[in-house]
């Protein structure tokens, strides 16, 4: 074998060594985990959930009228349009700040 081939056929087993490093770096180390992913999820919102089948009742929702669920959406819209009042507080050293 002449130095040239024998160069190349370690450039070539060098290669296939690194491809074979990256394409490892894909391969699932948790198969077990990943088996259950999302499971702790499923099982909060399942210990959350009232009543399942809600979205099949189709009575209305008794206790507020519309006039009084209207005015309360529109003070709670206009709650974010103006920012709240700020306040004095006491500053680490005890003095009043804003004077």
């Keep these: 074998m002449s130095a040239a081939n024998t160069h190349q056929a370690r450039s070539s087993a ?3 060594l690194a491809l074979a490093a990256l394409l ?3 391969a699932s180390v ?3 985990a990943d088996s259950r992913f999302g499971e702790a999820v499923r099982a909060a ?8 089948n809600a979205s ?3 009575d209305p ?3 507020i009228d519309g006039k009084a669920g209207a005015a309360a959406m529109e003070r709670y819209h ?3 349009k103006t920012p709240p009042k700020t306040f004095e507080i006491l500053n680490i ?3 009043i700040t804003g004077n």
């Design 14 to 16: 060098v290669a296939l």
């Design 24 to 26: 490892s770096g894909c």
């Design 30 to 32: 948790t198969p077990v």
């Design 45 to 52: 919102r399942v210990s959350q959930t009232l009543n399942p």
């Design 56 to 58: 099949a009742n189709r």
């Design 61 to 63: 929702v008794k206790g």
């Design 78 to 80: 206009d709650s974010f």
């Design 93 to 95: 050293g005890g003095a």
